[in-house]
């Protein structure tokens, strides 16, 4: 599996770790920076990167990491085709990849410690979309908005 990873300042620790992790399980990874520590540098443009990659890779996951996930999920989740997800638990990643088919996970480096993260990143990369029709019903919906969101009835029952 080839895996993008992005971060920023409060990431960079974790993403060195799992640049290694990753690749010792056997995936090929693709560092999207960035490449040194900057205590100021800003997470969008990495997440961005990363899922830009992701996207125009299909079959490819990617992970972005900043101190609780959070803002990197926002940010990632803005490129189109990006499903990223924040992973708080092992089962939460799980669940990312088998309901959602989420290509992204955000991680929290400061909400982890590092073999509680490294736990999450490897269950979500091993886990795959269960294929179930209620899921991938539920994946076009959101998939047809993000398409042309002017052109959509949003069905509440």
Known sequence: MRVHIGSDHAGFELKTHLLAALAEAGHEVI??????YDPQDDYPPFCLQTGR????????LGVVIGGSGNGEQIAANKVAGVRAALAWSVETAQLARE????NVISIGARMHDEQTATELVLTF???AFSGDPRHVRRIGLVAAYEADPQDQDIPIS
């Open 125 to 127: 990369v091993r886990t």
């Open 53 to 60: 990659d992701v996207v125009a890779d299909p079959g490819s």
């Open 99 to 102: 309901h959602n088919d989420a």
């Open 31 to 36: 560092d999207t920076g960035p490449r040194q």
